[in-house]
């Protein structure tokens, strides 16, 4: 169930409760709450009791339909079962994700990266919103000056996005800047160091995520740290460990590509696996998810 269902859902309720109540309160005659239907008088207590407790049931409903509906309509049936430390037994390596972008407020699109292949997926509005993703046909595609003007890397390592409708798209130990509405890189390789990004001691970037539009999440390894855009350095005390202390209910230890769903909410793919996981509550939503749903 999305936001407008569920908005359109307790509308309905709370036009339904009203109606209950204006019957209820309604007098005829000698003042009793009755109705006159084919010379049958009915007591009005009966049917205007249930039209109430159809519009209240209405409007409670859609706080007991659980996210995960909204979130992940179509993977929800290929859980794996959590395991407690990533571990690259019984992986198999065509279905780790190198990089996850964020293209929802241009294009209504999401990608996702393997290698120097790409795929493109339909959020049916924004990402931000409802999470719902569905696979076009025709991928994947090969990452190429064609498919990505001006991007001078064939693979990816990361994606961020650092502003309304700008990205920055990481490999090795660079980045280059990337314009989402005019869909092409609009700057050369630039380097990862302490100038570009004052306080960080990676020098390669596995994965990378926006919080809220000011906090970057980067990770490298099994280590992460937090880099404000609007003091332009890394929060102090970073980095840190990937683990159940500064992650709890994480499974694993190293993030290889991560893209928001909303505020709180985010994807993080390890390995074959992915989580969505609230990074307000901090907990795991839901199960361990195989990426294999993702890319066939």
């Given at each position: 169930?999305?936001?407008?269902?569920?908005?359109?859902?307790i509308?309905?309720?709370?036009?339904?409760?009203?109606?209950g109540?204006?019957?209820?309160?309604?007098?005829?005659?000698?003042?009793?709450?009755?109705?006159?239907?084919?010379?049958?008088?009915?007591?009005?207590?009966?049917?205007?009791?249930?039209?109430?407790?159809?519009?209240?049931?209405?409007?409670?409903?859609?706080?007991?339909?659980?996210?995960?509906v909204?979130?992940?309509p179509?993977?929800?049936?290929?859980?794996?079962?959590?395991?407690?430390?990533?571990?690259?037994?019984?992986?198999?390596?065509?279905?780790?994700?190198?990089?996850?972008?964020?293209?929802?407020?241009?294009?209504?699109?999401?990608?996702?990266?393997?290698?120097n292949?790409?795929?493109?997926?339909?959020?049916?509005?924004?990402?931000?919103?409802?999470?719902?993703?569905?696979k076009?046909?025709?991928?994947?595609?090969?990452?190429?000056?064609?498919?990505?003007p001006?991007?001078?890397?064939?693979?990816?390592?990361?994606?961020?996005?650092?502003?309304?409708?700008?990205?920055?798209?990481?490999?090795?130990n660079?980045?280059?800047?990337?314009?989402?509405?005019?869909?092409?890189?609009?700057?050369?390789p630039?380097?990862?160091?302490?100038?570009?990004?004052?306080?960080?001691?990676?020098?390669?970037?596995?994965?990378?995520?926006?919080?809220d539009?000011?906090?970057?999440?980067?990770?490298?390894?099994?280590?992460?740290?937090i880099?404000?855009?609007s003091?332009?350095?890394?929060?102090?005390?970073?980095?840190?460990?990937?683990?159940?202390?500064n992650?709890?209910g994480?499974?694993?230890?190293?993030?290889?590509?991560?893209?928001?769903?909303?505020?709180?909410?985010?994807?993080?793919?390890?390995?074959?696996?992915?989580?969505?996981?609230?990074?307000?509550?901090?907990?795991?939503?839901?199960?361990?998810?195989?990426?294999?749903?993702?890319?066939?």
């Amino acid at each position: 169930m999305n936001a407008t269902d569920k908005y359109l859902i307790i509308g309905l309720g709370c036009i339904f409760a009203i109606v209950g109540i204006i019957l209820f309160s309604k007098k005829s005659g000698k003042g009793q709450n009755k109705i006159k239907i084919m010379n049958i008088e009915i007591e009005l207590s009966a049917p205007s009791l249930v039209v109430f407790v159809i519009g209240a049931l209405m409007i409670i409903f859609p706080f007991f339909i659980t996210s995960k509906v909204t979130l992940q309509p179509d993977f929800s049936a290929h859980a794996a079962t959590i395991p407690s430390t990533t571990s690259t037994s019984n992986v198999n390596p065509q279905y780790i994700v190198d990089a996850a972008m964020d293209f929802s407020r241009i294009k209504e699109t999401l990608y996702l990266m393997r290698g120097n292949d790409y795929w493109r997926y339909s959020t049916k509005g924004s990402v931000s919103t409802t999470g719902n993703l569905y696979k076009d046909s025709g991928y994947p595609r090969k990452i190429s000056l064609t498919t990505w003007p001006d991007l001078p890397f064939e693979s990816i390592d990361a994606v961020v996005k650092w502003s309304d409708y700008k990205s920055y798209i990481f490999k090795g130990n660079q980045f280059v800047r990337y314009d989402d509405r005019a869909d092409k890189a609009i700057s050369a390789p630039i380097q990862i160091t302490q100038e570009t990004f004052p306080g960080l001691s990676f020098s390669n970037i596995d994965a990378a995520f926006n919080l809220d539009g000011d906090q970057v999440y980067f990770f490298s390894g099994d280590e992460y740290a937090i880099f404000s855009i609007s003091d332009n350095r890394i929060k102090r005390n970073f980095p840190r460990k990937i683990n159940h202390q500064n992650f709890p209910g994480l499974p694993f230890t190293t993030i290889d590509a991560a893209v928001p769903l909303s505020q709180f909410k985010v994807l993080l793919f390890s390995l074959d696996r992915y989580v969505i996981y609230d990074i307000q509550s901090p907990k795991t939503l839901y199960q361990v998810l195989e990426t294999a749903a993702l890319l066939n």
